[in-house]
Structures are given as C-alpha cells and as structure tokens.
C-alpha cells in the first residue's frame, strides 16, 4: 500500500468519524426535555447515541494515528532521499 493512499485512507475514515460524532452529539441534543423526569426521554435511543458517540471517538483517535504514522513515514522517506 502506497503511502498517500494510507494518507488517504486516514483522512476518509477520520471524516466519516466527525460526522458519525456530529450525528450523534445532534441526536442527543434534540431529545426533548419536557419535565425533570427520566420518563421523557427516550432511554435506549439516548444510550445508542452515547455509544455511537464513543465509537466515533474511537474511530477518530485510530483514525488520527493512521495519519499521523503516514506523515512520519512520508518524512522518513524524505530524509533516506535528501
């Protein structure tokens, strides 16, 4: 695998990551609070959201190493070239 296209790869899946985030964080914020008790709110869909909330974490910090570890290389090879 060539190095721009693990580049690539990094920045497609930290993307998708951000916006599985955004997703998520917009569905917990809508959930309509109509009184103080928990009977309002939709437990389930709450706690899918948290989680996918998490995963998208998770995806974005793998996601950022990825890129991180492609960019490294790149100035490696740099380096061995110069």
């Known amino acids: ?3 721009d296209s693990t ?3 990094g920045l497609q899946g930290f993307q998708q990551a951000t916006q599985r985030a955004s997703e998520a964080a917009h569905n917990i914020a809508s959930q309509s609070v109509t009184d103080a008790s928990t009977e309002s709110i ?5 706690a899918e959201n948290l989680v996918n909330l998490k995963e ?3 995806s974005a910090k793998a996601n950022a190493r990825v890129i991180e570890t ?5 100035g490696t ?3 061995i070239e110069v």
């Open 70 to 74: 492609a960019s490294d290389l790149v």
């Open 56 to 58: 998208a974490e998770i």
């Open 7 to 9: 580049l690539n790869i």
């Open 77 to 79: 090879l740099l380096d």
């Open 42 to 46: 939709n437990q389930s869909d709450l």
């Open 1 to 3: 695998m060539k190095v």
